[in-house]
């Protein structure tokens, strides 16, 4: 069992940063596949960012190449999600997942086991 939790959500200007933080608990960070999920209203879920268990491989979702940069310490048991040159249409509630394994990166919410509570991120214009 591991239990995460956002933070660092807000309200920005378009043209702003944000980082979000996932702290994980509980069992050992370093065997899950980690990703950055959001959702807007109406909308489905879908990947923002994810890592592989080992660092090795990261995947961004194009509407946020170049302007959002995803990391994890293993140490810390925390994962990163760096925004930058946020746009309104980034507005959603955003979450972070775990799925336990040592696998590459994840892309379907249904195969993660492990969701944070979320926290809003809204981008005025």
């Known amino acids: 069992q591991v239990q995460l939790v956002e933070s660092g959500g807000g309200l920005v200007e378009a043209g702003g940063s944000l980082r979000l933080s996932c702290a994980a608990s509980g069992r050992a960070f370093s065997n899950y596949v980690m990703g950055w999920f959001r959702q807007a209203p109406g909308k489905e879920r879908e990947l923002v960012a994810g890592i592989s268990w080992n660092g090795g491989s990261t995947y961004y979702a194009d509407s946020v190449k170049g302007r959002f940069t995803l990391s994890r310490n293993y140490v810390r048991n925390t994962m990163w999600l760096q925004m930058n040159s946020l746009k309104p249409e980034d507005t959603a509630v955003y979450y972070c997942?775990?799925?336990?394994?040592?696998?590459?990166?994840?892309?379907?919410?249904?195969?993660?086991?492990?969701w944070g509570q979320g926290t809003q991120v809204t981008v005025s214009s």
């Open positions: 997942a775990a799925d336990p394994g040592v696998g590459d990166v994840i892309l379907h919410s249904y195969d993660y086991d492990y």
